[in-house]
């Protein structure tokens, strides 16, 4: 299915991918999805409770961050894109912070205030380096028909100035498959790229988009394959259900693996001390869609995206990170050999 040739013909080097960020730059991403707030409470820990066997932690200091869809949008920010991002919080501390947020980020958010929802919010306790525990508020409930209605008219009225499209999918009941598969339909009929993070078991309302990112465990349970999984005919699976260009699948240490009609390419993981992958595949996904946008073929977008990743998971929390930390980690000599793509460590 694979051939060596059709690496070389796309002229894979370092080069071009330089090439591909400097295009990127300035390029309109809009982002349907669940828009989190995640707030960090960091303290330390010097003793255990003498009320129950669990540790006592004195905070030291708090913060939030945007989370979920917004972390998406956040990172496309981060590695100067230009985010535009639909979605829903409620009429809440919660949703006036992720709003202040956004506004201070210079995100334009078209965000529906919804007084009969929660904000989504993921509070974690972090101490000794490591969290604690994770404690969530949030409604799962899908948002009715009017939101729905409200959300498609946004984005419909927005459509000219977008480049590309995510859907960032997170379970919380924004996504609809009415929602999803007549906004994927009215992209596809203006030519607009979609590309998708899903979750769930029933892929059919993603039918249609351009490319899905599910990690491993995801596209496990989409195709009943959580004891006998073969990775390539999972992504047929997928890819069949889609009908689009391919599906990328993301494997943590294990790296990436791409699947298209014709081709398929194991993209192994950058070496690097892994020291937090909360929000990794809003980096994957980002960088996926502007890569696309400034003119990068599947390929040569899942490796920008693969080597994105590989700094943010080196950093605590949902992180984010810029061109110039992309650049310094792209290796200088990238080969493939029968379906395996392998680096030459730089020698910064």
């Given at each position: 299915?694979?051939q060596?040739g059709y690496f070389?013909e796309?002229?894979?080097n370092?080069?071009r991918?330089l090439?591909?960020?400097?295009n990127w730059?300035?390029?309109?991403?809009?982002?349907l999805?669940?828009?989190?707030?995640?707030?960090y409470?960091?303290?330390?820990v010097?003793?255990?409770?003498?009320?129950?066997?669990?540790?006592?932690?004195?905070v030291?200091?708090?913060?939030?961050?945007l989370?979920g869809?917004?972390?998406v949008a956040?990172?496309?920010?981060?590695?100067?894109g230009?985010?535009?991002?639909?979605?829903?919080?409620?009429k809440?501390?919660g949703g006036?912070k992720?709003?202040?947020?956004?506004?201070?980020?210079g995100?334009?958010?078209k965000?529906?205030?919804?007084?009969?929802?929660?904000?989504?919010?993921?509070?974690r306790?972090?101490?000794?380096?490591?969290?604690?525990?994770?404690?969530?508020?949030e409604?799962?409930?899908?948002?009715s028909?009017?939101i729905?209605e409200?959300?498609?008219?946004?984005?419909?009225?927005?459509?000219?100035?977008?480049?590309?499209?995510?859907i960032?999918?997170?379970?919380?009941?924004?996504?609809t498959?009415?929602?999803?598969?007549e906004?994927i339909?009215?992209?596809?009929a203006?030519?607009?790229?979609?590309?998708?993070?899903?979750?769930?078991?029933?892929?059919?309302?993603?039918?249609?988009?351009?490319l899905?990112?599910?990690?491993?465990?995801?596209?496990?349970?989409?195709?009943n394959m959580?004891?006998?999984?073969?990775?390539?005919?999972c992504?047929?699976i997928l890819?069949?259900?889609?009908?689009?260009?391919?599906?990328?699948?993301t494997?943590?240490?294990?790296?990436?693996?791409?699947?298209?009609?014709?081709?398929?390419?194991?993209?192994?993981a950058?070496s690097?001390q892994v020291?937090?992958?909360?929000?990794a595949?809003?980096?994957?996904?980002?960088?996926l869609?502007?890569?696309?946008?400034?003119?990068?073929?599947?390929?040569e977008?899942?490796l920008?995206?693969?080597?994105s990743?590989?700094?943010?998971v080196?950093?605590l929390?949902?992180?984010t990170?810029?061109?110039d930390e992309?650049?310094?980690?792209?290796?200088?000599?990238m080969?493939l050999?029968d379906?395996?793509?392998?680096?030459?460590?730089?020698?910064?």
């Amino acid at each position: 299915m694979h051939q060596d040739g059709y690496f070389q013909e796309m002229n894979m080097n370092r080069e071009r991918l330089l090439e591909i960020i400097d295009n990127w730059k300035g390029k309109r991403v809009g982002i349907l999805g669940d828009i989190m707030l995640d707030e960090y409470i960091i303290g330390k820990v010097s003793r255990i409770s003498p009320e129950a066997p669990v540790p006592i932690v004195e905070v030291e200091k708090e913060y939030y961050l945007l989370g979920g869809a917004s972390n998406v949008a956040n990172n496309i920010k981060a590695l100067l894109g230009e985010p535009i991002i639909f979605g829903v919080v409620g009429k809440d501390k919660g949703g006036e912070k992720l709003i202040e947020l956004l506004h201070e980020k210079g995100i334009i958010g078209k965000i529906f205030i919804d007084k009969d929802r929660i904000t989504t919010q993921k509070t974690r306790i972090i101490a000794l380096n490591q969290q604690i525990v994770r404690y969530d508020r949030e409604m799962k409930e899908p948002i009715s028909d009017e939101i729905e209605e409200i959300i498609f008219q946004n984005i419909e009225s927005s459509i000219k100035d977008i480049d590309v499209f995510i859907i960032s999918d997170y379970a919380k009941g924004v996504l609809t498959p009415k929602l999803t598969l007549e906004v994927i339909s009215l992209l596809k009929a203006k030519n607009k790229k979609v590309i998708v993070d899903p979750k769930g078991k029933d892929y059919n309302k993603y039918r249609g988009a351009n490319l899905i990112t599910p990690n491993e465990k995801e596209a496990q349970i989409a195709t009943n394959m959580e004891e006998n999984f073969d990775i390539l005919k999972c992504s047929e699976i997928l890819q069949n259900i889609i009908k689009g260009e391919g599906v990328l699948i993301t494997r943590g240490e294990k790296g990436m693996f791409l699947f298209q009609p014709n081709s398929y390419f194991f993209i192994p993981a950058l070496s690097s001390q892994v020291r937090d992958v909360t929000g990794a595949g809003d980096t994957v996904i980002a960088t996926l869609s502007l890569a696309l946008a400034g003119g990068g073929n599947l390929l040569e977008s899942a490796l920008l995206s693969n080597f994105s990743a590989s700094i943010t998971v080196r950093k605590l929390g949902t992180a984010t990170t810029n061109p110039d930390e992309l650049i310094s980690v792209i290796p200088e000599i990238m080969e493939l050999r029968d379906g395996w793509i392998f680096f030459e460590k730089n020698k910064k």
